[in-house]
């Protein structure tokens, strides 16, 4: 299967939480601004109109995208999974091995690596070279990531 369809339980709440704040906050405001600005009159030199109109289709577009690729994820609960090696939805503690430094990554789908984790903790998509290099690591295993930047090997410290 495709695993840019897989998402955490996490990331489908994040969605379904956008689409609403979308539906319920930011399109009935933009609304408002619309029909205000439609009041200034002459539509065709109306730069407010045209502002909101533009904003209004943008807000439409994200709404429709968002519903359409909700509908053809899959959720991963990973809850039940062992926390043997590193699987998707875990979040795993690495060490540079070359630099010494540490950075904590929780392995998402593609579609949740724009929702806001906790700061200490680097979202990376399954997807991605550091996902790809992470996937199937032990505990005290080094994964080598291939990415564009070069070369690096991260030691896996701990797993959740």
């Not at 897989?6 to 609403?20: C, E, F, V």
């Not at 906050?25 to 200034?40: G, H, L, Q, S, Y």
């Not at 070359?98 to 979202?123: C, L, R, S």
């Not at 690096?152 to 797993?159: H, V």
Request: glycine fraction near 6%; aromatic fraction near 6%.
């Amino acid at each position: 299967m495709d695993n840019s369809l897989y998402i955490t339980k996490r990331g489908m709440d994040n969605i379904q939480k956008r689409i609403s704040h979308l539906m319920n906050n930011e399109r009935p405001d933009v609304i408002k601004a619309v029909t205000i600005a439609r009041e200034f009159g002459d539509l065709s030199e109306n730069a407010e109109y045209k502002s909101a109109k533009e904003r209004q289709r943008a807000i439409d577009h994200e709404i429709d995208h968002l519903r359409r690729r909700s509908a053809h994820l899959k959720v991963i609960d990973s809850g039940a999974f062992p926390r043997d090696i590193v699987r998707f939805g875990f979040y795993c503690h690495t060490r540079d091995v070359k630099t010494g430094e540490e950075q904590w990554f929780h392995v998402v789908g593609v579609d949740e690596i724009n929702f806001p984790e906790d700061e200490d903790i680097m979202a990376v998509s399954i997807a991605s070279p550091i996902g790809k290099g992470l996937l199937g690591k032990k505990l005290r295993e080094v994964a080598i990531i291939h990415a564009p930047m070069g070369e690096r090997q991260l030691e896996i410290l701990e797993i959740k």
